[in-house]
């Protein structure tokens, strides 16, 4: 694989989590409107809601099967455009079958998504030889923003989700097509495949979910935090500080810029002290952010506590990523995709959690419960080290001036 290759590779899947990041957010943030469109009942609404991470851990699981006899990338060529048709789909649609079935289409198409741009974002890290994987994560992040913005002006010209959803996949559905093209495996310098999936020739790192099951945990914590700052911090900040409805909305938009700033660093941060390290401050300042939510006085102080959550958090799964690649070079493939279900499973857990724990006991109690779990994460924070030379599971790659 020549450096050009490789630089192409990585602005093509760069763009594949942009995109994601746009359809994901389209979706997320409308729902109170998808709820109007299709007259879905309020008890019903967390049944859609659960179906989807649901159905994404089945896609995911299915992808790891795929694998075994297609490339990656071949899925994520397939699955981002059926991503993109699945949303439109959403917008377009009047009956509540129609929802369901779009709804139904659009988790299981994620998880092979999510899945399969992992898949080629840990091997392509393991060709650099250098950490790039939090680079794709800051792309993801970017385009959250980019979609939440697009979400916020539908809604404030009281646009419809059709309206809303067509301009958007329009756009991205031929770019994501064009930008497929360049999709590639990284190899490692003996020819092998460094995703270790179809084709591949790698030996070793056969995949043990004993060994897995750390970094299982850290994701299901990671999320579980992701989760309760998406769903409760705008909540908690009108509810239990007492702010305006109108600064209540502000939480996750800082959330979700901290969270792109940090990933811009991180792999920079990784570089000069270690993916043990980052791990380790980066489950400190969220745990830290948690606290100064649950203690603070006013909603200042809480959007402080919900700042240092961004920057907290927002190494933690791309690292996670990493990790599983570095620990089973042979089969990270299969690593990724049986780590990526954990992504659904904190999802769905963290929050109903949060809100079980905030109505018989109290909202400021609930916050201590993620802080809690994300501290657990140093207890396995030597699951991301020690790193094998050069990300290579023991194949050398010396670094060149010109791969970007």
């Known amino acids: 694989m020549t450096d050009a290759g490789l630089r192409h590779g990585r602005a093509s899947l760069g763009l594949s989590f942009g995109v994601q990041g746009v359809a994901f957010a389209l979706l997320v943030t409308r729902i109170p409107a998808i709820q109007d469109q299709y007259g879905i009942s309020d008890g019903l609404l967390p049944v859609f809601l659960a179906a989807v991470p649901i159905l994404a851990g089945g896609g995911s699981v299915v992808t790891e099967k795929v694998v075994a006899r297609v490339r990656p990338s071949v899925v994520l060529r397939w699955a981002q455009p059926l991503v993109l ?3 439109l789909g959403v917008g377009a649609g009047r009956e509540l079958w129609h929802v369901a079935v779009a709804l139904g289409v659009f988790g299981l198409a994620v998880g092979a998504l999510d899945a399969s741009m992992n898949m080629l974002g840990v091997s392509l890290q ?5 950490p790039i994987m939090t680079g794709f994560h800051a792309a993801f992040s970017l385009g959250g923003i980019a979609g939440a913005t697009l979400a916020w002006a539908g809604a404030r010209w009281e646009l419809s989700l059709l309206a809303s959803y067509l301009p958007v996949v329009a756009v991205l559905l031929p770019a994501a097509l064009i930008g497929s093209r360049w999709y590639t495996e990284g190899k490692l310098p003996d020819g092998t495949e460094a995703g270790g999936g ?47 409805e109108q600064l209540a909305t502000v939480p996750y938009n800082v959330y979700m810029v901290t969270t792109l700033l940090g990933r811009a660093v991180g792999d920079l941060g990784v570089r000069r002290f270690g993916a043990v390290a980052v791990v380790r401050g980066g489950s400190l300042l969220a745990a830290g952010g948690f606290a100064v939510v649950a203690v603070a006085p006013g909603a200042w102080v809480g959007m402080l506590g919900f700042t240092m959550l961004g920057f907290g958090l927002c190494v933690i799964v791309p690292q996670t990523f990493a990790a599983a690649g570095r620990m089973f070079p042979g089969d990270s493939d299969a690593a990724v995709a049986r780590l990526n279900i954990f992504n659904y499973v904190g999802f769905l857990v963290g929050s109903p959690l949060v809100g079980a724990l905030g109505d018989a006991w109290s909202y400021r109690g609930a916050m201590l419960v993620p802080m809690v779990l994300v501290l657990a994460t140093l207890v396995y924070a030597r699951a991301f080290g020690p790193e094998p030379a050069r990300y290579g599971g023991g194949h050398e790659r010396p670094r060149t001036a010109d791969v970007g």
């Open 85 to 87: 048709l699945a949303l």
């Open 198 to 244: 179809a084709g591949s020739g790698s030996a070793g790192g056969a995949l043990s979910f004993r060994l897995l099951l750390p970094l299982c945990l850290i994701m299901t914590f990671a999320y579980i935090g992701d989760s309760t700052v998406s769903n409760w911090s705008a909540k908690y900040l009108q509810d239990v500080l007492g702010s305006s």
């Open 126 to 130: 393991r060709a650099y030889g250098r």
